[in-house]
């Protein structure tokens, strides 16, 4: 794959995942707003709830 061709990629994907964490914020009732430092992921597994860890706790 040439440069221009993985820079046209990076675009698309860029374009792509924007699009989609608009469509995440529409339908979780979020406003939209950019970020372009973060993403975040939050899967759900057998547990319930929503752990929380910060840096000081050495993880």
């Known amino acids: 794959m040439g440069r221009e061709a993985c820079e046209e990629y990076g675009r698309e ?4 995942a924007f699009k989609l964490m608009e469509l995440i914020a529409l339908e979780s ?24 860890r910060r ?3 050495g993880e």
């Open 29 to 52: 009732g979020l406003a939209s707003r950019e970020d372009g430092g973060a993403v975040t992921v939050l899967a759900q597994d057998d547990l319930g709830g929503l752990e929380v």
């Open 55 to 57: 840096k000081s706790d």
């Open 13 to 16: 994907v860029e374009i792509l």
